[in-house]
């Protein structure tokens, strides 16, 4: 059983369509968090929420929303879809401690295509 | 400006071999480092870390050396076997900007049997 699940995993459309992506997880954990993944450039945050009324914007945010719907739910939206988002997206979650110890656990990726 | 680099973008290896990851990062405040593991269509999996109290870490096949004066960390698999073959990414975290993540660009390891 998946602890971390997205949906949907492959999606393909228009510029300028609203699309979300959404993540539940099942970890029980506090803190997830959207990442994007681009080749040569590694995986990097979007958004990120230590818990449900916590919302903080990443290194990329701009063009992304997020809503935090419950602890297990995390949905990314992107309100007017353009070329460039084209890219596999990243859901994660994690513990929250007192160390420096993050790791995190992520979910199978939802490949976007924005044509 | 990436704090974190992987200078190689893929690395090719015998089996039975010992493959070496190589990662470097910038930011002096950074006080954990991480590498995962992700094979094609999954997520990235946690596979070992190390504290930067420590030069140090090993699990199994896997060991994590951290040099902090040249602000380097290696990833040593030996022996390589064929299920390896997958990318790898250096990650980052401080405890001063709240433990987030903080990736390199990954390296895809070949093992070849």
């Known amino acids: 059983d998946a602890d971390v699940t997205q949906t949907p995993r492959n999606r393909i459309t228009k510029t300028g369509k609203r699309i979300m992506l959404e993540c539940s997880q099942t970890k029980g954990h506090d803190r997830m968090y959207w990442y994007r993944q681009d080749p040569g450039l590694g995986l990097r945050l979007i958004y990120y929420s230590f818990d449900v009324k916590d919302i903080n914007k990443g290194e990329i945010s701009d063009g992304y929303s997020v809503s935090r719907q419950a602890q297990a739910k995390f949905s990314l939206s992107l309100e007017s879809a353009i070329p460039n988002q084209t890219a596999l997206y990243f859901c994660a979650t994690s513990e929250q401690g007192p160390s420096s110890y993050n790791e995190q656990f992520f979910g199978p990726g939802t490949r976007l295509t924005v044509l | ?113």
């Not at chain 2, 070496?20 to 990062?25: A, E, G, S, T």
């Open chain 2, 1 to 113: 400006d990436q704090q974190v680099k992987q200078n190689s973008p893929s690395l090719s290896v015998q089996e039975g071999r010992i493959s070496i990851l190589n990662c470097d990062y910038t930011n002096s405040m950074f006080d954990y480092f991480l590498w995962y593991k992700k094979y094609p269509a999954e997520g990235p999996t946690f596979l070992i870390s190390i504290s930067s109290i420590k030069d140090k870490n090993e699990d199994g096949r896997f060991t994590v050396f951290l040099n902090k004066s040249a602000k380097h960390l290696s990833l040593h698999i030996v022996p390589s076997q064929p299920g390896d073959s997958a990318v790898y990414f250096c990650a980052a975290s401080a405890r001063v900007y709240g433990n987030k993540l903080v990736f390199g660009a990954g390296t895809i390891l070949r093992v070849k049997s």
